[in-house]
């Protein structure tokens, strides 16, 4: 039996989910709520999916399996938690919320009503990430020294409601707290207002780990829209492109031998130049393998835990 899907709102990233679901065998995609009721009205029609201006009204009247969530942050946990006190499962856009406190009431509302909650932190299921995240677990780069991501570009006119750090760097902090597999122990942030006088729309985190740093760049202010990651290990340096989904990894060669000094001595690196691998992976639309995750989940009761939105939310808001 399929299951039913229903999306509240359809602008541009719920209108990805509407696609993205409509594509899938596996789910019906019944219903679609939006309060433009023109645009709402055009998504329904476009694929044959009842329309509702009510979100309420829509899960109320519609047995739903699965509810994607994708209105602007600032409605997230009032529409969440509706839906999850309504006992249905949820996929919430990120971030989570606005607020932490929110965030946590949403885990709370999932786990009360033994429901499925995922927030999307979409990058999780970039096929490039979850390369890099092999590389590191197998040992092939070596202990992580420090990362640096860079997540930069123009000023997007559909986000009204979420500073840069929340809208824009809370994919960065989340992707290395999942790389490396823990919170930062120390956080310093430098948040600015450039272009615009209510939020802030470039931000720089320096994020201090165990054994490793990072250090994340987002801005709405560069021309060029760049989303790289570049990693430093004890056995070379790594290169990806979340866009292209390109990795390049330089295996480094050299010799360690060691020398003595006057009164000391210590072991010096001699470098030869490094190996250049290109390392392939096949590339994938990342929001369809995130859902295709999402229905497994529903359908064979996986369970998902999704802290780590919360934990990225407070990290993102810190000042």
């Not at 009032?78 to 996929?91: D, G, I, M, T």
């Not at 995240?133 to 420090?146: H, L, P, R």
């Not at 929340?166 to 272009?195: A, G």
């Amino acid at each position: 039996m399929k299951l039913k899907v229903g999306v509240i709102g359809t602008g541009n990233m719920g209108l990805r989910h509407v696609q993205t679901y409509a594509s899938i065998d596996d789910v019906e995609l019944v219903s679609v709520s939006e309060v433009n009721e023109e645009l709402g009205k055009k998504v329904a029609k476009n694929y044959k999916a009842k329309f509702y201006s009510s979100y309420e009204d829509m899960i109320k009247s519609e047995k739903l399996d699965i509810v994607s969530i994708c209105t602007p942050t600032k409605f997230h946990f009032e529409v969440a938690r509706f839906a999850l006190r309504s006992k249905v499962n949820v996929l919430l856009e990120k971030p989570i919320c606005q607020d932490y406190k929110e965030a946590e009431a949403l885990l709370f509302e999932a786990k009360r009503n033994k429901v499925k909650l995922l927030v999307g932190h979409i990058e999780r299921f970039n096929p490039a990430v979850i390369k890099v995240k092999e590389m590191i677990d197998s040992g092939e780069i070596g202990d992580v020294i420090a990362i640096i991501v860079r997540r930069v570009g123009g000023f997007p006119s559909q986000i009204t409601d979420s500073d840069i750090a929340v809208d824009l760097s809370i994919h960065d902090i989340d992707i290395i707290n999942f790389l490396l597999e823990e919170l930062p122990k120390e956080i310093y942030v430098n948040k600015k207002k450039n272009h615009i006088t209510h939020r802030e729309d470039s931000v720089e985190f320096f994020l201090k780990y165990k054994r490793s740093s990072a250090y994340l760049q987002a801005n709405w202010i560069t021309p060029v829209k760049i989303r790289k990651l570049n990693i430093t290990g004890m056995n070379g340096y790594l290169e990806m492109d979340f866009i292209s989904q390109e990795i390049d990894f330089y295996k480094s060669n050299y010799k360690k031998f060691k020398r003595k000094y006057e009164k000391f001595s210590d072991y010096v690196l001699e470098f030869s130049d490094p190996d250049k691998i290109n390392i392939k992976v096949a590339r994938k639309e990342p929001l369809k393998e995130e859902i295709l995750y999402f229905i497994d989940s529903v359908k064979n009761k996986k369970p998902i835990n999704s802290r780590f939105a919360a934990d990225a939310l407070k990290i993102a808001l810190t000042s």
